[in-house]
């Protein structure tokens, strides 16, 4: 659009910005009882939380447990304990609160945090 003002020549460039999806980050020192938000060892059915980067929502929290059974998908946010999809309870950008299935068994577990936020779906490595 151009307007003109007594010989005088304003140019307005509007462009879409568009969000650059981000991979999300966390590492296995990060991964919290919620109670205590000590890491450390894991039981089925525990509360957990993740922080980290790039989790979830990034405008505003996000709560999923306002449904019962509450879903493993909160608004393209999946985390994967074991490769079984978790209860999400909350995300944000920084941090997410799941549960851990009761199905998980063993001495160790590896978690993955999946989003597709902004459409494509972006994994985080396997902690």
């Known amino acids: 659009m151009r307007t003109s003002l007594t010989g005088i020549t304003i140019s307005f460039s509007l ?4 969000a650059q999806a981000q991979t999300p980050s966390f ?7 919620a ?13 957990a939380n993740i922080i980290g980067t790039n989790l979830g929502v ?18 393209g946010v999946l985390v994967l304990v074991n490769g079984v999809p978790a209860p999400v309870i909350f995300d944000s950008a920084t941090a997410i609160s799941f549960q851990v299935p009761f199905n ?18 972006l994994s985080s490595a396997v902690v």
């Open 15 to 18: 462009l879409a910005l568009a």
């Open 27 to 33: 590492t296995s020192t990060s991964v919290l009882n």
């Open 35 to 47: 109670a205590s938000q000590v890491a450390g060892p894991m039981a089925p059915g525990m509360v």
């Open 58 to 75: 990034p405008s505003f929290p996000k709560s999923c447990a306002s449904g019962n059974p509450i879903p493993t998908n909160c608004d």
């Open 104 to 121: 998980i068994g063993g001495s160790t577990a590896t978690i993955q945090v999946t989003s597709s936020l902004s459409g494509p779906t």
